[in-house]
């Protein structure tokens, strides 16, 4: 079993900036498909950004493309999501994910392995 940690949220104004991290422990997931979630009250969980397991194609969601960066390193088994420029529908809760298919989906139930979510809110 891969077990995923998040952190990183917090409360931020407007046109800030986060970085989240997502630490992976457990079972060895090198060739994992590693992504982003996240979910606002009432609202379905999307994709927010993805990587497949060897960084050949990069997934960003047209609401963020542009102001966050996802990327990984091996080394210390953790993901990142930098967010710059966030707005207030930036607001959820944020999740790490990871998929043992080595290709990234915006499916979140073709997802094994899930973080417990971080929260972000975003301040006027």
């Known amino acids: 079993q891969v077990q995923l940690v998040e952190s990183g949220g917090g409360l931020v104004e407007a046109g800030g900036s986060l970085r989240l991290s997502c630490a992976a422990s457990g079972r060895t997931c090198s060739s994992c498909a590693m992504a982003w979630f996240r979910q606002a009250p009432g609202k379905q969980r999307e994709l927010v950004a993805g990587l497949n397991w060897d960084d050949s194609d990069i997934y960003y969601s047209a609401s963020v493309r542009g102001r966050f960066t996802i990327s990984r390193d091996n080394l210390k088994n953790t993901v990142y999501l930098q967010m710059n420029s966030l707005r207030l529908d930036d607001t959820a809760v944020y999740y790490c994910?990871?998929?043992?298919?080595?290709?990234?989906?915006?499916?979140?139930?073709?997802?094994?392995?899930w973080g417990q979510g971080t929260q972000v809110t975003v301040s006027s």
């Open positions: 994910a990871a998929r043992d298919a080595g290709w990234t989906t915006t499916r979140s139930a073709s997802y094994n392995h």
